[in-house]
């Protein structure tokens, strides 16, 4: 098959983000939707009418059985992540999961060996890796022009969705650390090679969400480098404001993006050092696009990804790690 054909893509569910994450990208990609399934099918249907979706079908088995679907996007609960990657795998698709890839690191480790009895690509979609903003912080670090990396600090916040969201059920896999935090925990284990090594929790905070026990509202970890650096990853999902930052400070200077997890909202790296401060915009263009150009790369051509079902469960142990630290429980499987 050419390098150029389209990716055949199947949606699980009619998620709001499925929109933004994927159905954009997708099309200015110039791939094909070609079928999605929810649980209530006349949602697929008004999704599939609204975002130009070839057809829909009457359950997410029904789409994993179909020799036209190639491709499986995930954006389920989070609970739903690990039990219906596992079946994509068994059923020879290519998956683009929402994170986290599982519910806990037991599970993740499932999905990681479906993975390689499946041979096909596996990736977590943690979109803000492929945008230039993430690539330049990185850049400064390994150009040496902010010297030796000392501390890195993330917080992700957004204000709280509603009582009813599934983000605040334990049973579907819900708190802040799994839907927010982890992507402050991702963008601090890539920093391992400036680092000696991934980082590890030294001590976490959390709060539970009044009514729903073992729920994280907001949840704060620390963790230490085997370099020495010091991080800190912090989220809240009832705060009174989106803010998405990372700080990275080295000997030499710090940088600073306002908004790394959505950098087509602010495309800002703010840099300091002893030669003064200075601004540079890196692009509007969707991290969701850049995500799906990778993919595709990797599935037509084999091109290489940053990541795979390892790192999926390396993130996923640093979140079970952390929720040990505050005196949570790493979140429990769900069955499909």
Request: proline share 7%; aromatic share 6%; net charge negative.
């Amino acid at each position: 098959m050419s390098e150029c054909a389209p990716l055949r893509i199947g949606i699980l569910g009619a998620a709001r983000i499925t929109e933004r994450a994927l159905v954009a990208p997708a099309r200015a990609g110039g791939h094909r939707l070609v079928a999605v399934a929810a649980r209530d099918r006349s949602r697929a249907e008004v999704f599939a009418a609204a975002h130009g979706v070839e057809r829909t079908l009457g359950s997410y088995a029904e789409l994993l059985a179909d020799p036209e679907v190639e491709v499986v996007y995930n954006p389920l609960a989070n609970g739903l992540h690990g039990p219906w990657n596992l079946a994509a795998l068994a059923a020879g698709k290519h998956v683009l999961t929402e994170k986290p890839s599982a519910s806990n690191a037991a599970e993740a480790e499932e999905v990681r060996e479906a993975a390689r009895a499946s041979g096909t690509v596996f990736m977590e979609a943690f979109h803000y890796l492929f945008h230039p903003v993430t690539r330049r912080l990185h850049e400064l670090l390994a150009s040496g022009e902010l010297g030796e990396l000392r501390h890195a600090e993330a917080l992700v916040a957004i204000p709280a969705p509603e009582a009813d969201d599934p983000r605040w059920s334990l049973p579907l896999a819900g708190g802040a650390l799994m839907d927010l935090g982890c992507y402050g925990l991702h963008a601090l284990r890539v920093l391992a090679p400036y680092a000696g090594g991934a980082p590890r929790p030294v001590a976490a905070r959390a709060g539970e969400r009044t009514g729903a026990p073992g729920v994280d509202e907001w949840l704060d970890a620390d963790l230490l480098f085997p370099g020495g650096a010091t991080g800190t990853a912090r989220c809240h999902m009832a705060y009174d404001r989106l803010e998405m930052s990372l700080r990275i400070v080295g000997s030499r200077g710090e940088a600073t993006a306002p908004n790394f997890v959505l950098p087509q909202l602010d495309d800002r790296v703010v840099i300091r050092t002893a030669e003064g401060e200075r601004t540079e915009h890196l692009g509007t263009r969707s991290s969701y696009a850049y995500q799906l150009e990778a993919f595709a790369a990797r599935v037509r051509r084999e091109a290489s990804l940053p990541l795979d079902a390892d790192d999926a469960v390396a993130t996923m142990r640093l979140i079970d790690a952390c929720y040990t630290a505050a005196g949570l429980s790493p979140r429990p499987r769900t069955a499909p």
